[in-house]
């Protein structure tokens, strides 16, 4: 038996996101053929072909697309994403858009429109679904082991005061905010009331949020709360779930971002890539007593597989439309709240 032909993927864009966060993760994936990468710089250019060699290099999105693909991801600033994304969709082409999806609601509605019009996939690149210490707490939720959860405390802060972007369609809430978000959305569904407090500070006579503390109350009964800071010198990841049985403590490192850091890649480092530290796992305390959970394997190839999948019609999105605009709803909702004061009903 012949095996299946390889689906062309395009990459837009090859800065942090493009060579950290998506390029290695096709990679990874058989089913994928990186068919090429938009980008005019000398410097990323000389990058990617050190780090895929053999992939050309592309002036623009439409001499991309020239070249045959049947999907592309759009891993540019939010302020060009719109109309590359509006573009791709009119020329036929399933769509990744990076995060933050839009960067407001109705924004993100134009586009899941855009998408049902042309009859073609757009779908938001929230890698961190898979994250290494997210799958260990949804194993955990999923065996049962907390019992009825009642609330989940998620902190990610983030010693990089230079990577702070500007602007009005930027800021640390739709930054980092779009996937603790939709991380708690993805394990407990939809967010009826949201209220947030935004830590604001002036960077080039812009105001911008740099730090943010969001409390979620979901339809499904379960309270959830996302914080984050990026320019108070602190480092650190914290998971705590809350259940009727006992509580999960977590403090994982960001572990695939530091193995692509670190040199790895998830196509040649398979067996040990998205595993956390015996030292760092996560410890259940019930009844019992207090016990180590193992870690689960985080790996963001997971999306791509899922984006294979469904570009060839046998699964649905890794992310769909529906919940990339909750998301964004999300995230109005707490800009309003921290505006006001007030909790924002959805």
Request: net charge negative; hydrophobic share 40%.
């Amino acid at each position: 038996m012949n095996a299946s032909p390889r689906s062309r993927i395009g990459v837009v864009g090859y800065g942090a996101g493009g060579h950290r966060f998506h390029v290695p993760y096709i990679q990874a994936v058989d089913g994928w053929e990186l068919a090429g990468v938009v980008t005019r710089s000398p410097e990323r250019r000389a990058t990617l072909a050190a780090e895929a060699p053999g992939v050309p290099a592309y002036d623009s999105l439409d001499a991309l697309i020239d070249t045959g693909i049947d999907a592309v991801v759009i891993t540019t600033p939010p302020d060009t994403r719109r109309e590359l994304v509006l573009h791709a969709l009119e020329r036929g082409v399933h769509v990744v858009a990076d995060k933050p999806f839009a960067p407001t609601a109705d924004g993100a509605r134009e586009l899941h429109a855009a998408a049902e019009r042309h009859g073609r996939i757009l779908t938001a690149y929230q890698n961190r679904r898979w994250d290494t210490d997210l799958v260990t707490l949804k194993r955990v939720i999923d065996d049962g082991r907390l019992g009825e959860i009642w609330r989940v405390s998620s902190r990610m802060d983030q010693n990089d005061p230079g990577s702070l972007e500007t602007g009005p369609a930027h800021g640390l809430l739709r930054d980092l905010g779009s996937h603790l978000v939709d991380q708690m959305a993805f394990l407990f569904g939809p967010v009826e009331r949201v209220s947030a407090h935004l830590d604001v500070t002036t960077v080039d006579g812009v105001d911008v949020d740099c730090g943010f503390d969001v409390a979620l109350h979901h339809a499904s009964g379960v309270f959830s709360r996302v914080a984050s800071s990026k320019i108070n010198h602190l480092e650190g990841r914290e998971l705590i779930a809350y259940g009727d049985l006992g509580s999960y403590e977590s403090h994982m490192a960001d572990v695939q971002t530091d193995q692509i850091d670190a040199g790895l890649r998830p196509a040649s480092a398979a067996d040990t890539w998205g595993l956390e530290a015996e030292e760092r796992w996560g410890v259940l305390h019930t009844v019992d007593g207090s016990t180590a959970v193992p870690s689960e394997r985080g790996d963001y190839s997971e999306y791509y597989r899922s984006l294979l999948a469904a570009v060839r019609g046998e699964a649905a999105p890794p992310v769909l439309g529906e919940q990339a605009v909750h998301t964004v709803e999300i995230l109005d909702a707490a800009r309003e709240s921290a505006r006001t004061g007030l909790t924002v009903a959805m």
